[in-house]
């Protein structure tokens, strides 16, 4: 008890009259000081360990290659970016801990590559509240709402836009019947909507449609369910478990049909386990832009498989932020705020680095980034308003790619 | 056509599976007087169990399945004198609470040495065979014919021999029992070894027939303790049969209602036939 009265008694008049003088001399000269210092601090908050552990290395990799190739070519402003790493751990609380190091300790003016929407929910108030601009690779559709508070972005399309993709991929094989299998969790049944929507307005028909709960075990009588009518594929809205499950019914049950599923619920270990059940399969996974000039980047990276939509969308963050600050001439998260959607999107010039850009909005132009995930045009809430998809097919126990969908919009 | 045959086969695997659990618990309940969840997760238990002996014997499947059904009899028998042979004359509610945290207890040891992620055994994948128009593949008709030997076995063993006899006793009137030289103890040591090997047995076939997770046995909880009240508490027989009413009704749900509704059906079905048949639904 009486170190908190001490603690009271210093926070008497004099020392606030105190605390107020010297903020008011200290102010100015802090903010001179970080003028005058001359890099610019930016968070890297991306899953190290943790469930996200299988993503957060390689965005990192990509990232601190993009902050190279930006500070070898002079930098915004003429200043080098200086990443801030920081591992969010896939866990909320551990992410808010580390965004607030990055916000108030390290002063930085963007966080960039948190990775779960868990984690991207839980740290945007910190870096709202600071002004600061966040941007993840977070697919959940509510995370809409988070960004129409400003400052937070992500190069992730929105699960609906997964919806589209697998609709999109649907009408160009010329299948009109539909079976869908959703997990019973808001995020399939968001998708499942604009699947839905999407697939109906291209004159297809969802004839069957059944929900199923997280902890169930047993599918052989959903399954067989989906098969009822004859539908021309079966679309599978869920996760690693049920997908595996539904699968094997359907193996064991000799039912064959199509199976669309998101490439996220299925591992090459699953794969594995499942063998012949396995075969065939589609997945459907968000893109990178393998033409754009801006994946090179990545191909150099990662050899053995450049595929990297996370790494690739991390890439582009780096150069993002770097080009706003340009646009801007000014580094602070508001000015960054001010200029992501202009330096992302149409009118301006394409440029696919950070080099071309500033070259261009140096000489008052302006300037379409073109990304190594794909066009990355941020719309009023900060969500792409289009994105690259790769289709790919289990073929032989490998994952083999076999076309892309292009430019699919809400 | 194709789907309401399909529905009764799978039916009857689920019902296969649950009734061997189902059973334990209803004879644990009808001897010991308390609600024993911690028979749901010796399902857990045995599943992985197997997984583990299959890593480190490289027996054949069955020798295995037996191999972790034993030894879930003898983790239940050491648990049941460790934990709850103290509580004995404390009355229900000590041991219904040491029942709920020997459950979770169990799932966590599941959880701390294999994780918490999907597994599979290594057995093939199969095509179905086709029964007389039904499909069904071996591995999971083996598993109804062997659910189906093993309850006929208990049946005898209650029916006929002596153990039976003081389980029937004990039972009734544990009083009287103890007055005609039962030795309530003895009967307490083998129901619980018989109730873990059904446990055990019921998790690893749960397992071949799904997959394994650390929640197989929790996942069972509901419907296991449905079945045992549907059958009228400590009866071999009413347990099967409610095993397979449930299995079937919660099947045969799809063709009306979405199956995220198909684990409320065991209750549905529950206090339906319950207001019918209020001592379950093989009272004398």
């Known amino acids: 008890m009486t170190t908190r009265k001490s603690a009271y008694a210093l926070t008497s008049r004099r020392t606030i009259l105190w605390g107020m003088g010297l903020t008011v001399m200290v102010g100015p000269m802090a903010r001179n000081m970080a003028w005058a210092a001359d890099d610019i601090p930016i968070g890297i908050l991306m899953p190290l360990t943790g469930a996200g552990g299988i993503a957060g290395p390689h965005m990192l990799k990509a990232a601190q290659a993009a902050a190279e190739e930006v500070n070898a070519a002079g930098g915004p402003l003429g200043r080098q970016l200086r990443l801030i790493v920081e591992d969010d751990q896939t866990d909320p609380e551990a992410a808010v801990k580390a965004a607030r190091k990055l916000v108030d300790v390290d002063k930085v003016s963007a966080v960039l590559g948190t990775w779960a929407s868990g984690v991207t929910i839980a740290v945007a108030p910190v870096t709202q509240a600071a002004k600061v601009v966040e941007m993840s690779t977070s697919g959940a559709s509510r995370i809409t709402e988070v960004q129409k508070k400003g400052y937070v972005y992500r190069t992730e399309p929105d699960d609906l836009l997964f919806g589209k993709a697998y609709a999109e991929l649907a009408l160009k094989r010329g299948w009109k019947t539909a079976a869908v299998l959703g997990l019973n969790v808001p995020f399939t049944a968001s998708t499942v909507e604009a699947f839905r929507q999407r697939f109906e307005q291209g004159g297809g028909k969802v004839i069957n449609y059944i929900t199923y709960n997280p902890d169930q075990t047993a599918f052989k009588a959903e399954t067989i369910q989906a098969f009822q009518n004859d539908p021309e594929f079966i679309h599978i809205s869920g996760y690693e478990p049920d997908v595996t499950g539904i699968l094997r019914a359907a193996y064991e049950s000799n039912l064959k049909k199509p199976f669309v599923v998101p490439a996220f619920a299925m591992s090459s270990d699953t794969i594995a386990n499942l063998g012949p059940a396995a075969e065939g399969v589609i997945l459907v996974a968000e893109g990178v832009d393998e033409k754009a000039p801006a994946f090179a980047a990545i191909k150099k990276l990662f050899p053995g498989d450049s595929y990297q939509p996370h790494p690739a969308m991390a890439y582009d963050m780096v150069n993002l932020v770097a080009l706003a600050i340009e646009a801007a001439k000014d580094s602070s998260g508001e000015a960054i705020n001010s200029k992501l959607k202009s330096v992302s999107g149409p009118p301006g010039t394409e440029v696919s680095s950070f080099a071309e850009g500033a070259k261009v909005l140096r000489e008052g132009g302006e300037v379409d980034y073109r990304g190594a995930s794909g066009p990355i045009d941020f719309d009023e809430n900060g969500n792409i308003v289009k994105s690259n998809f790769r289709i790919a097919e289990v073929k032989d126990g490998k994952i083999v790619p076999v076309g892309m969908l292009e430019d699919v919009v809400f | ?284």
């Open chain 2, 1 to 284: 056509m194709f789907e309401i045959k399909q529905y009764l086969v799978s039916g009857i695997l689920i019902g296969a599976i649950w009734m061997l659990p189902a059973i334990g618990i209803s004879l644990i309940y009808a001897v010991l007087r308390i609600p024993h969840f911690a028979f749901a997760e010796f399902m857990t238990l045995g599943a992985y169990l197997a997984l583990g002996f299959a890593a480190a014997t490289g027996l054949p499947f069955p020798a295995i399945a037996l191999l972790a059904a034993v030894s879930c009899g003898l983790a239940a028998v050491i648990m049941d004198q460790a934990v709850f042979r103290p509580v004995r004359q404390s009355g229900v509610l000590p041991a219904m609470l040491l029942s709920l945290g020997a459950m979770l207890i169990l799932q966590n040891i599941v959880r701390f040495f294999w994780g918490n992620g999907v597994r599979q055994y290594r057995l093939p994948l199969q095509r179905p065979l086709d029964v007389f128009g039904f499909n069904i593949t071996p591995n999971h008709l083996a598993i109804i014919l062997v659910s189906g030997a093993v309850v006929f076995a208990l049946y005898v063993l209650l029916k006929w021999t002596r153990f039976g006899r003081e389980v029937r006793a004990t039972a009734n009137n544990p009083e009287l029992a103890r007055v005609t030289g039962v030795e309530p103890e003895r009967v307490y040591l083998g129901l619980n070894g018989v109730a873990g090997i059904l446990a055990g047995l019921g998790g690893v076939m749960m397992a071949v027939y799904t997959s394994l997770t650390p929640l197989v046995g929790w996942n069972s909880l509901l419907p296991l303790f449905a079945i045992a009240l549907l059958g009228g508490l400590g009866r071999v027989g009413g347990a099967a049969l409610a095993a397979l009413v449930i299995g079937l009704t919660s099947e045969y749900s799809l063709m009306f209602i979405q199956s995220s509704y198909k684990n409320a059906i065991a209750f549905v079905v529950l206090a339906g036939l319950l207001i019918l048949r209020p001592r379950g639904l093989v009272a004398e």
